[in-house]
């Protein structure tokens, strides 16, 4: 890759997404697109051809129905955003901690030590504030806002400091990340200074482009090595470093048969476990974790019982990885989703039909909550999927149906309460401020039956909606329900956990 137009147009398509908060998918998109083919290498790019993408992707947008395929790519797509990446980086370590024992006997460079080294990409090039790269495109209109092909070239200054950001020298990034993982001491053994050297390198080749072609492939591979003066590496998007990396690190341990053995056989109990932990964190009357019982005369289990004031709630814990083929095996994620959510389903419903029938006035369930009976309390599921997919059940039927998933829904039992959430968004759900309104926020976001008026990319954003807006808003909260009635969707973004600058020009706008 030796080749001056790719590395400039490497680095010219990077300050396009940098500048372009809002259109940052659709340019990811374009190179996605164009990143093999042999114009992108031997011929410069310029912003007319991304626009005319754009519209194009626009219009057949408004003449054909949505596609999950290409609805789930774009979730993907504005993931990087989507996610924080210190809090990301906790919970991986969290996650995959059980594989770090394994990958060392087998000589491997460790999972935290590829974490560490993206977070060094990436705060190399996005900690340091600069006065230039804060002026980015914001929208002057709404018309600017909705047109998908309103893309701006910054300016030459602007594209230089950025370009200059997003080249890094490999050996200058070798250097530093030896000396951040090795303490300041002048008597160590020169054998571990050379093994950072050789992990850092191993690295570094892991997350290299090698030309591949298939979907999505800079989520696997975001470092791109050039050759100028010295042998340098391009970052178009250090936003992928850290938000993506959970499917890197899936690659990675699926490279080696006797760790994803390990994997296989552990991930289990592993996810279950983190998920219970995560359970118990949560303010609530009480917390039983892998309830047993015989019911109609079959033996029955439930990863969780959550008990709130006026609800309690049963967990299924589910840790088969559907995210291992994203972003390459699309199509298997509707089918994969589906079985997994209908199977806690149907234990959900089991377990909730055993603690039912336990009619007696002061029987298990007032012992387990210490105040009241089954039939004075509400109650759900709380299906807890590992990863961080975007949604895929949302809980409006109509945009499941859209999306191929309504075979849930057909599934659901009527008035059955379900939330269906990731390991991820419950580790950041529980560190927010109103995480001791956990049951209030369940019994309204499993409260529509089906007709739930928003949709948003990850459970966060409901969460957003309903504590940013919904809970302190009166007048909002009456129009929310009137869209549930006349059965209007309004996707949501919220500006919690998404940075929206881009969109401050439109504050005062009619």
């Known amino acids: 890759m030796g080749s001056g137009i790719f590395r400039r147009n490497l680095r010219y398509i990077s300050s396009l997404g940098r500048y372009n908060t809002e259109r940052r998918p659709v340019i990811r998109q374009y190179f996605d697109n164009y990143i093999s083919d042999s114009e992108f290498t031997h011929k410069k790019l310029d912003v007319a051809k991304i626009r005319e993408f754009a519209s194009q992707k626009q219009s057949r947008g408004k003449d054909t129905s949505p596609d999950f395929e290409e609805m789930f790519q774009e979730s993907l797509l504005t993931l990087p955003e989507d996610i924080n990446p210190q809090g990301f980086q906790g919970y991986l370590l969290f996650r995959y901690n059980h594989l770090e024992e394994p990958l060392s006997d087998q000589d491997e460079f460790a999972i935290s030590d590829l974490l560490s080294f993206e977070a060094l990409l990436r705060d190399t090039i996005l900690e340091e504030p600069d006065p230039i790269l804060s002026d980015l495109n914001r929208f002057e209109s709404k018309e600017d806002y909705a047109d998908f092909s309103n893309i701006e070239e910054p300016s030459k200054q602007f594209q230089q400091t950025w370009h200059r950001r997003v080249t890094l020298s490999r050996k200058g990034i070798i250097k530093s990340f030896v000396k951040g993982t090795l303490p300041d001491d002048p008597t160590i053994d020169p054998s571990r200074h050379q093994e950072r050297i050789e992990t850092a390198q191993d690295i570094l080749e892991f997350l290299s482009h090698s030309g591949d072609s298939s979907s999505l492939d800079f989520f696997s591979n975001p470092v791109f090595q050039v050759r100028g003066e010295e042998r340098e590496i391009v970052i178009p998007f250090p936003e992928v470093l850290l938000t993506t990396a959970q499917y890197r690190i899936e690659e990675y341990v699926g490279q080696f048969k006797q760790i994803q053995a390990v994997e296989n056989r552990e991930k289990g109990g592993v996810v279950e476990e983190l998920a219970q932990e995560l359970l118990q964190q949560i303010p609530s009357r009480n917390f039983v974790k892998e309830f047993e019982y015989i019911h109609d005369p079959n033996p029955g289990e439930a990863d969780g019982l959550l008990f709130f004031e006026d609800s309690y709630w049963v967990a299924e814990v589910k840790s088969h990885p559907i995210f291992r083929k994203i972003p390459n095996r699309v199509e298997l ?98 560190q927010e401020d109103e995480a001791n309104l956990f049951d209030e926020y369940l019994l309204w976001r499993t409260g529509y039956e089906g007709n739930i008026p928003v949709w948003g990319f990850s459970e966060r954003e409901y969460w957003a909606f309903y504590f940013d807006n919904y809970r302190t808003n009166d007048e909002f909260r009456q129009g929310v329900e009137e869209a549930a009635e006349k059965d209007i969707i309004t996707i949501y973004i919220s500006a919690r956990f998404n940075d929206k600058s881009h969109l401050d020009g439109l504050t005062n706008s009619e």
């Open 333 to 430: 994620i509707k089918s994969r989703f589906t079985q997994k959510v209908t199977q806690a389903a149907d234990q959900i419903q089991n377990t909730l039909g055993y603690l039912d029938s336990l009619d007696d006035e002061f029987g298990l369930v007032y012992n387990l909550t210490g105040n009241k009976n089954s039939g004075e309390m509400d109650t759900g599921g709380i299906v807890i999927l590992d990863g961080f997919l975007p949604t895929l059940y949302s809980g409006n039927e109509r945009a499941d149906q859209q999306l191929g998933m309504g075979e849930i829904h057909d599934h659901l039992a009527e008035h059955e309460r379900i939330v269906v959430i990731t390991l991820y968004d419950l580790y950041q759900l529980i």
